[in-house]
């Protein structure tokens, strides 16, 4: 039910714009989110949306990356910039249909994919 897309390698201090495309209606209303994995590391949080426009983001990414939503097309968003080499990873969108914590991958009910993000140096 999630798509991703516009992954790809960029150079460091560069910017790529992820997209997600959710279909179904059940996930039109719930918390979404960015998760990332690189090589050898666990999958770990990056951004997260409600329906209403509430967002967190991980220390990280905070002030570099932004998340976005459109509920009228069930999208979801991932601006980046200011791209590091350690910000290469597969990025995966996540919807949360019931309740947990924004922040855990176990909160999360459907996931993508996923899409290669690659920063070179």
């Known amino acids: 039910q999630l798509a991703e897309s516009g992954g790809g390698l960029v150079q460091a201090g560069g910017s790529l714009r992820l997209s997600c495309a959710a279909s179904?209606?059940?996930?039109?209303?719930?918390?979404m989110a960015w998760f990332r994995q690189a090589p050898g590391k666990e999958r770990e949080f990056v951004a997260a949306?409600?329906?209403?426009?509430?967002?967190l983001y991980a220390d990280s990414v905070k002030g570099r990356f932004t998340i976005s939503r459109d509920n009228a097309r069930i999208t979801v968003y991932l601006q980046m910039n200011s791209l590091k080499p350690e910000d290469t990873a597969v990025y995966y969108c996540?919807?949360?249909?019931?309740?947990?914590?924004?922040?855990?991958?176990?909160?999360?009910?459907?996931w993508g994919q996923g899409t290669q993000v690659t920063v070179s140096s």
């Open positions: 949306i409600s329906s209403g426009g509430t967002s």
């Open positions: 179904g209606r059940t996930v039109s209303n719930s918390v």
């Open positions: 996540a919807a949360r249909i019931y309740s947990g914590t924004w922040s855990s991958a176990t909160a999360y009910d459907y």
